[in-house]
């Protein structure tokens, strides 16, 4: 079974990623192919994009750890951030806690008063 | 995986699973760079360890109780001294001198032919090479040296802000979060229970805290009790540390002054006792003439007294003597002279 994790890249850089052409790694860029931005598609061309995505769990994790470490460069390790990273940070959490919290008081949408 | 053109493999088979050795030499790391294949290359290369090293990693890798490297870097009584002398020629410039402890000792050289400054020149090469596309991936930026993106009502992003314009006017942002606040808990999205009130008190007060007279009464007031605060927990008990540091200083310098004037002190103590003496000394030499004067005295006024006795009974006795020796015709005579002297008077007086 050690055999099948021969070929793997856990833990490693991506594949796409060449120091001689891109220079030190940086957590917070995409090394892959340039493609077009998200909030430039049309809708007809989302599907498209979406397939050329990589979406595998370690692409998806890939994606939330650069989204994360560029969050974190921006608002939170800058000059004068004053903590706005930890708000943003917080009221991240707070929506999810929302989303979990959503199904306790649906009894009372049946009520006359709520 | 087998060495191309039948070099010696980097891995038999039949180790199974073990821990592949760096690569020796930048040969083999240009053969996977041509690979475009990072991922059996760690990025710190060590290009210099030696087979007896690799043998060492393989044994300390298999084992739970060797150490590596056995011996040599063990932590031993007295401390791990080792006193290098280095013969240089004469002339050898402080660069010089500095660039030769950066390299191995003598005994040491070939086991670990590491050098930073080749590792520097083979990291410079890579991330600074030709192909290297500077454009799209530019070099690190510290973001410590970047300022914060403008942000709007402390954690809104100007960029979202700005976006919403075009689409929903200058209060589309405003109109969007508060009504679609308003919306959810109309459908009971957020359900309105008791607590929901408490958050809308705290935009109720900010809002009533951005009124103009509020405002004005605020920014008088905030200030004042605000430096009340500071001044009560901050800067009076400091004043109050400084106070008594220099009340401290100053009966120190006074304690100084007084140990200089001590000297002065000791002559002052003998001088009183000194004045005690004489004073004594002058009370005795008072009693001792009172004494003495006094019993003068009294040998003067016995004396005195002798004499006045002396004096009274004689006077006594004469004229006891002389009374008891008037007779009668003798006071009778006496009388008659007395009377003829009043006679010859009484004739020379005039009336």
Not at chain 2, 25 to 41: G, H, I, M, P, Y
Request: glycine share 6%; hydrophobic share 35%; proline share 6%.
């Amino acid at each position: 079974m050690g055999n099948a994790l021969n070929n793997t890249n856990l833990g490693g850089f991506p594949k796409e990623y060449n120091p001689r052409i891109h220079g030190a790694y940086q957590a917070d860029r995409f090394y892959g192919t340039p493609d077009k931005p998200f909030s430039s598609l049309k809708v007809n061309e989302v599907f498209q994009w979406l397939n050329r995505r990589d979406m595998s769990l370690t692409g998806i994790a890939r994606f939330y750890s650069r989204k994360l470490y560029s969050h974190q460069r921006r608002y939170h390790l800058s000059a004068g951030s004053k903590g706005v990273g930890f708000v943003h940070f917080a009221l991240f959490f707070s929506f999810l806690g929302f989303i979990r919290a959503y199904k306790h008081d649906r009894h009372l949408d049946d009520g006359k008063y709520h | 995986a087998t060495g191309s053109k039948g070099e010696a493999p980097l891995w038999n088979e039949e180790d199974g699973w073990v821990v592949l050795d760096p690569p020796s030499d930048t040969a083999v790391v240009e053969r996977l760079a041509k690979q475009e294949d990072w991922s059996n290359v760690h990025y710190l290369t060590r290009p210099d360890l030696s087979q007896q090293e690799k043998q060492w990693f393989k044994e300390a890798y298999k084992s739970p109780y060797k150490l590596y490297p056995p011996e040599k870097f063990l932590l031993k009584r007295g401390g791990n001294v080792v006193v290098e002398y280095v013969r240089v020629p004469v002339g050898t410039t402080r660069r010089q001198m500095i660039e030769k402890s950066f390299e191995a000792p003598e005994d040491e050289k070939d086991i670990a032919p590491f050098d930073l400054k080749k590792q520097w020149a083979w990291a410079n090469k890579v991330l600074f090479g030709p192909q290297r596309d500077m454009k799209n991936y530019p070099s690190y930026v510290d973001p410590g040296t970047v300022p914060r993106p403008e942000i709007v009502h402390k954690f809104v992003p100007r960029s979202l802000f700005d976006a919403m314009v075009p689409y929903s006017g200058v209060t589309g942002f405003y109109v969007l979060s508060v009504g679609g606040v308003f919306a959810l808990v109309g459908k009971g999205v957020i359900v309105s229970t008791y607590a929901l009130s408490y958050f809308f008190y705290f935009g109720i007060a900010w809002a009533f805290t951005k009124l103009p007279p509020v405002r004005r009464f605020l920014d008088n007031r905030v200030p004042q009790l605000t430096n009340r605060l500071n001044e009560m927990y901050y800067v009076g008990p400091i004043q109050q540390k400084k106070d008594h540091i220099s009340a401290c200083i100053a009966a120190a310098q006074q304690t100084k002054d007084m140990i200089q004037q001590l000297p002065k002190l000791y002559d002052v103590q003998i001088e009183n006792v000194d004045l005690q003496l004489e004073n004594n000394y002058r009370d005795r030499l008072k009693q001792a003439f009172t004494e003495v004067k006094s019993r003068l005295d009294c040998q003067v006024a016995l004396a005195a007294t002798k004499a006045e006795l002396e004096k009274d009974y004689m006077i006594d006795w004469i004229t006891n003597q002389v009374v008891q020796n008037i007779t009668p015709d003798l006071e009778k005579k006496n009388i008659q002279s007395c009377l003829a002297q009043l006679q010859t008077l009484s004739k020379s007086a005039k009336i």
